[in-house]
């Protein structure tokens, strides 16, 4: 059985329908909206008691991810981004027969240019540093740890990119487009897809996990709009520092070449990704589940 926790969010949410497809038993972990609600920070043993049955792996996609919120309110970021970890690491690494653990982390802790290898990571805000924190309590216990970024039409609550580009477009809204941030994400479907060979046969160890190659966001939402076959009314500029009150890395591409190897795969290319994803955007789904 596989336990995700943070279940009720973007990720846990996709994840979950993901794995219903494959009929994989599951149960998603959180404090609200979950098959089993838990909060790990509660001592109350009562709501342990429902946990009769054994995990054979625990996947991690919680996290609090507004990284001006994080720079504001670092108590916080450290208990959801940190204490957590080390609170899951704990409790499932008591049961007699411990489940693997797979901990998602984030392409921003990537503060070069270029792309970045696994030995590369820093941090330049307090939502990469609690990340990079993250990791450490996951190592601890021979966890796979997963730098990544995604994007897909969102069943949570909170928009994701591709979300937020096609709402400007509904809206016939004006927006900017950076030129000078750099990323290679990967479509959820196919994050998830690989997430499951790593379930299947997890590896420990720290692997970038994202598209062959990489773009600006302004050419990512060129390309995302061009291949929907509208046109969205924006302005590319540069980002620059003083636009919001966190830093925020400026190329975040990732060596994949590690995971590639490891799991003896070719992970796409960007520009294929994107095509992917336009089935979701269709005017049959534009409205979210």
Known sequence: MIGIVGGNGFLGKRLSKFLLKKRIVHKTIGRKNCDLKIDFFNDNPDQFKNLNFHFDTIVNVAALTDVDYCEENKEESFKSNVLLVKKLMN?????EKKPNFIHFSTDQVY????????????YGNYYSKCKLLSEEEAKKFKSVILRTNFFGKSFSKKDSFTDWIYKNYKEK????????????PLFVETLLENLNLIIKKPIPGIYNLGSKNGISK????????SNLGFELNYEEID?????????RPFDMRMDVSLFEE??????PNLEEEIKKSIKEYTWK?????
């Open 218 to 225: 302004s050419e990512f939402i060129k390309n995302f709009s």
């Open 285 to 289: 789904s534009s409205i979210k589940e």
């Open 239 to 247: 980002y620059k520092s003083s636009f919001s009150l966190a830093n």
């Open 91 to 95: 409790f499932f690494s008591s049961f």
């Open 173 to 184: 809204n004006k927006f900017y487009a950076y030129g000078n941030i750099f990323f290679n």
């Open 262 to 267: 490891t799991y003896k795969i070719n992970l």
């Open 111 to 122: 503060w070069g240019r270029g792309f970045q290898s696994e030995g590369n990571g820093s």
